[in-house]
């Protein structure tokens, strides 16, 4: 079946424009997470989503940082005027429940901002 | 929140021989710790996981061990291969993962 999917794989952007990144998730799983990874760092975990809410947005960096998922399954990241220090892979990962639950990792999506 | 240690952030090993990656972790609330493998250009991969009810877990030459008490869980792989060559993360959760940095792990042929 299919894996989680991420759109686009690679975006470069000018600083101050916004940018959109698309996450597919597993069917039927319920939770849903955005990690950032800089170069030579851990993942740095942003936000998740169980259904649409979002009950914890405490590792959003920024108000410049938004997250919104629809219908309980496709979840887009939106970074407004973005800055150089944006730039990393943006992870997304899914799982069938919050806790205990083994998490499915996308590609990425890596965003560069010039 | 938690916060994760993992140690060490690069690991050669010749070809048979064992690793061992250590991680330790702060929120005594944490009771789920999963082992992630990441190949260049993808995302992780869980390759195995331990619960804070269980203090060793097993598969093939893969294996965790977890000592709660201390606030410390250790990645060991034996007989390692080529293909084992890859960065490792460790997580320690309540809900949302809380990773290590990562380890760079080297197989030589």
């Known amino acids: 079946g299919a894996g989680v999917s991420q759109s686009p794989s690679n975006k470069v952007t000018e600083k101050g424009k916004d940018v959109e990144l698309r996450c597919d998730p597993i069917?039927?799983?319920?939770?849903l997470y955005w990690y950032r990874q800089s170069l030579g760092q851990g993942l740095e975990f942003l936000i998740y989503f169980q259904g649409n809410s979002a009950p914890d947005k405490s590792g959003l960096p920024s108000d410049r940082f938004s997250a919104e998922r629809t219908g309980g399954s496709v979840s887009t990241l939106t970074i407004q005027r973005t800055q150089q220090e944006d730039s990393a892979v943006y992870l997304c990962?899914?799982?069938?429940?919050?806790?205990?639950?083994?998490?499915?990792f996308g590609p990425g999506t890596r965003l560069t901002v010039l | 929140g938690e916060n994760v240690e993992q140690h060490p952030s690069t690991l050669s090993v010749q070809e048979g021989d064992s690793a061992v990656i250590k991680c330790t972790y702060s929120d005594s609330a944490s009771n789920y710790f999963p082992w992630y493998k990441q190949e260049l250009g993808k995302g992780p991969q869980l390759i195995i996981d331990?619960?804070?009810?269980?203090g060793e877990k097993k598969d093939q030459r893969i294996a965790v061990t977890l000592n709660k008490t201390a606030k410390h869980f250790s990645l060991h792989i034996t007989e390692t291969q080529p293909e084992d060559s890859a960065v490792y993360f460790c997580?320690?959760?309540?809900?949302?993962?809380?990773f290590g940095k990562g380890t760079m792990l080297l197989v030589s042929p």
């Open positions: 331990i619960r804070s009810n269980v």
């Open positions: 997580a320690a959760t309540t809900v949302a993962r809380a």
């Open positions: 990962a899914s799982s069938l429940g919050t806790v205990h639950n083994e998490q499915f």
């Open positions: 069917s039927g799983h319920t939770a």
